[in-house]
């Protein structure tokens, strides 16, 4: 199977076919992801919390992001992988962003790299996509710069903040990326975007009037327990079955159900007398 390129996106947009993608951080999760029918995979700086058990993205490195982004690749090769900048790795210089951007190419074999930001990262987004790497923007509620947006909350929720959010995805796209990410806008603001922009628009937290829909694998899966945002939806919960499942091999080991014979190996026949006698060991009972 061919892997999936941006080309096969862009037909999917003309199509109207939705774009399904996930976060994914780890070898087995990137398998299933590819067994799923995922078309795409982030290996986001939201490893930081969901890994790293980080209060934020921000400390979160280059060598741990290409480390994670490797092993998704060698899990998921036939998707589209898109390497996450973390932050710092393109803010201070056009020289670094490609520098930082190329890297995810040489050792992760991604097929795009994300940064966050819009009218004040045009320069970046440039820099890079002149370079020859595909590059997705990342606006509306961006993590690394919650700071500055007042935490962690929905944007262009007035008006004004709108209109603030459009020209950012106007500008992203004039830049030169390829595709868009909003984050934690209303579908109304996404609906604008999506109308007025050509390439791709993606949500996570935005919406249905788009092109297709971000989720963290860890939320998904209910595997992330800190907090869980308005707009995700758990598919599943598996915090509570590996927790459960923990709590009763515990009480297993203290009562000596486990390990029974069934999950022991056995010595050849005839060896274990011999080998008693070899040692002077006399079992206790037989």
């Known amino acids: 199977m061919p892997r999936k390129s941006l080309t096969d996106l862009y037909q999917m947009k003309a199509k109207g076919e939705k774009i399904a993608w996930l976060t994914s951080y780890d070898y ?5 992801c590819q067994a799923a029918g995922i078309d795409m995979i982030l290996v986001g700086d939201s490893l930081g919390m969901c890994v790293y058990g980080y209060n934020g993205t921000v400390p ?3 060598d741990q992001c290409l480390v994670h982004t490797e092993a998704v690749r060698r899990g998921a090769p036939d998707l589209f992988v898109v390497g996450d900048m973390p932050f710092l790795s393109y803010q201070v210089s056009d020289a670094d962003a490609v520098l930082n951007a190329g890297l995810f190419l040489k050792k ?3 097929d795009a790299v994300k940064l966050e930001g819009g009218v004040r990262i045009v320069d970046r987004i ?3 996509s002149d370079a020859g790497i595909v590059v ?3 606006i509306g509620l961006t993590p690394q710069s919650s700071g500055l947006l007042g ?5 262009g929720r007035t008006a004004q903040a709108a209109q603030l959010t459009l020209e950012d995805a106007l500008a992203v796209e004039k830049a030169g990326a390829k595709l868009l990410l909003v984050e934690a806008i209303p579908p109304e603001v996404t609906a604008v975007i999506h109308q007025r922009l050509s390439i791709p628009v993606l949500s996570i937290g935005g919406g249905l009037p788009c092109d297709g829909q971000l989720l963290i694998i860890s939320d998904l899966i209910g595997q992330f327990q800190a907090f869980t945002p308005k707009f995700v939806k ?9 927790t459960e ?8 080991v203290k009562t000596e159900h486990f390990p029974g014979p069934e999950f022991t190996y056995s010595m050849l026949p005839g060896e274990e007398e011999k080998f008693y006698q070899m040692v002077g060991y006399t079992p206790a009972s037989k």
Request: aromatic share 8%.
């Open 28 to 32: 087995p999760s990137a398998q299933f």
């Open 60 to 62: 979160v490195t280059m």
């Open 108 to 110: 992760a074999d991604v």
């Open 126 to 128: 440039k820099a890079i």
């Open 136 to 138: 997705i923007g990342h």
């Open 151 to 155: 935490g962690h909350k929905a944007q």
């Open 234 to 242: 758990k598919y599943a919960n598996v915090a509570q079955v590996i």
């Open 245 to 252: 499942a923990i709590k009763q091999y515990v009480t297993e």
